[in-house]
């Protein structure tokens, strides 16, 4: 009986698989790993339609639909391999004291600022009606950007007519998914310390009475995460300004409820003031993964470090073609120069990028998501004008200096400068590929900073202030301008182990921790291994002989025991 079912299942199979293939064209033929490395990401487009109450915006992997008359995000669903596997149980819900944000209290409108296939842009303005009898209308602007990459950035503006003293305000989601994990991040710390930990049984809770940035809930297949850049503002002592809380929890769907607080206060607190006629804005942030279709090359993403020196400033031929017998596909150099300006001999470049392409790898430049090099043309000039308080960030005391190589001198930014910085950035970029063939970039130390002191000359919402709504909205500007200019084009980023969802999704691999060791291999699948739910790589490095570093064969073994071909190395 056995036997005979056996017989009929691969009958069917082969039927299906003849049909398919008359149906869709001649057989499919395996390709070299160099072809299927350049084979042209998938679509990451954005598609807008206007419905009577709503307007529905479709990514590829991910459908949000936003209320006209508040603003708000009413439903989203995402999607992995044609499936549903996350979506919101109700409407997001922004509680401001006696005000609501909801469909029965609402009355605005909703217009297309803008729209494009990676970005549209939506504006919703209004009043909204108190829960209490007596309290007027209080009018409100929310400019909503949603992003190619899952993201979405609601900038709100709140204008009462008289004070209005808040003791709460609130941003709250209830979804399902296939969530094992919960990590909160703070608006004071880059994340590398970020606590995390399996969720509670359903019924249970995890609460944290710190300055809230992102919250987030994650398993191997989906993620889901709120943000805000001014998470606890007003918060009295003790009281949780973001929690998890789990209704149901099955072996594979998870129903949680995310909240973050930006201000509350007891009920005979004083509240925070909100003056009248005067504008108060904060932003909150919501990032989906899977956020793209899966490339067939993501296996296949092995990255071999070239580094060099003061006296070897390039690599020769030989030691690309070592790497690329090691099995490596990607050759990144780490210590170029500004990205389209090439460290000295600078002829030297188009040679090493020949031989790697010839080699079959592909080419990245490295760049670091907040160092800059001292000698880039613009950074001079910003110094000479006086004008660097204006750029100026504060990792490694400001500074970052090789002993083994001088040109290695680099300038701390702050990720959140709004003083050109970023255009400038994504300029040096543009450059690198007009003049050069470059297949991508290695960022890193991408994390979100919390060290700046300049929050007046940068504008920043808040005196300690983790700079991610900015550093997200870089990695994104950068993934469209690479895709635009090389649609095969890889991004890595080296997170070290701050997992944070709007930090990463816009990178193919991630680099995590730099040879730390890994305490458990069911720790690392927790922390690390949910990196398939975008469909990215993950790296691993050994690390050298501190003692809190992996070696080399415990790096060997992690990658083999974790999926293998993550194992990276450097010259
Ligand atoms: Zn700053």
Redesign the pocket.
Known sequence: MKRAFTLMAIFAVTTVDRTTSSASGPEPRSQPITAVLREPLPPERLQLSSESHEIVIQGPSFRYALDKASGIIVALQVEREGHPVLRLVEPARLVIGPYSLDTKHARGSTAITSQSDARIVLKTEGTLKSSLPGDLDLPFTVVSNFFNDGVVVAEWTLRPAKDLALRELRHEVVASGPFRHYLHKTRDRDGFDAPWGSLPKPGGRVGFSTRTSCLQVFGPRAGLALFTDRGATHASGGGETALVAVKSLGDDLATVSLAQYLVRDAESGPGLVLKANTPFTFRAGVSVVPNRLPHPRQRDLRMFTWVGDEKHPYPSDKEIHDAAQLGFTLFQMHRLGTPGEPRPPAGELNRVIDTVHRAGMLFLWTANADLMYACAPRVREMQAQGKWRLWQ?FNYGGRYTAPMDRYCDLLAT?L??PNGLADYRIQCDANMMDRYQVDGMYIDDNLAYAN?T??K??H?PEQR?D?LIELHEMNWRRRQLLRARCPHTVLVDHCTTAMVLPVICDFDAHLYGEGYSFSAAETYWAQFGWIRSMHAQGFIWPGDDEPQRCATQIAYNYDLLTGGGQYTYLD
Do not use: F, N, P, V
């Open positions: 960030g702050c959140a400068s700046c300049l929050a000359e940068h920043h202030y700079c």
